[in-house]
């Protein structure tokens, strides 16, 4: 079978270096048989068996540089320090993403109880118990509104609007992390 690259595939013959786990870090048969089998430092490399979980294959361009390069200088060091700069910055990437998670649930949280809030206000602006009465005039940046539950209703309205910004902000920086992270961008720019 075909190295599948970026792509997650599950029930494959995985390997990976003996401080990673597969899920972090894996080379599949076809990658191992390529270009890691015949070298010297492939005593590194242990074989992981089949694994139902789905994975990706990390033998990358750069990878294969770095692979290349600690094989040449029979150093395995060098390798697995290139490893740990990759994986700590798939943990950052992770736990960035967790964060922005449960700041979007916390911010559509807040949406929610303010659109409660502003069919409250217009609610009560709309209540009136003697209809002789003239409903109370306020005034909001130089706007005139029957009652102060449609002035509130206004604020809110604005205070909903800023809240969809930053959710709309959150999903986006969300998505790039979640894109940077799937295709390996920041291996290229290193």
Not at 112 to 135: A, H, K, M, N, W
Not at 165 to 184: D, P, S, V
Request: charged content about 25%; hydrophobic content about 35%.
């Amino acid at each position: 079978m075909p190295c599948p690259g970026r792509y997650y595939v599950s029930d494959l013959a995985w390997y990976s270096p003996y401080f990673t786990k597969v899920e972090e870090f894996g080379f599949c048969k076809e990658c191992y048989n390529q270009y890691i089998r015949n070298t010297p430092l492939n005593i590194h490399i242990q074989s992981v068996g089949i694994v139902h979980k789905a994975c990706a294959c990390a033998f990358t361009h750069n990878v294969k540089q770095q692979w290349f390069l600690a094989v040449g200088k029979n150093d395995i060091n060098l390798f697995k320090k290139y490893v740990e700069k990759v994986l700590e910055r798939n943990r950052d990437i992770r736990d960035r993403i967790a964060r922005l998670q449960i700041l979007t649930t916390q911010e559509m949280q807040r949406k929610q109880s303010l659109i409660s809030l502003q069919f409250l206000c217009y609610s009560r602006g709309t209540i009136r118990f003697d209809e002789s009465v003239s409903p109370y005039q306020h005034t909001f940046n130089d706007i005139s509104y029957p009652s102060s539950g449609y002035a509130e209703a206004v604020q809110i309205k604005k205070q909903i609007n800023e809240s969809s910004k930053t959710f709309n902000n959150y999903i986006a920086e969300m998505r790039k992390l979640e894109l940077e992270h799937f295709l390996g961008i920041y291996l290229e720019n290193e």
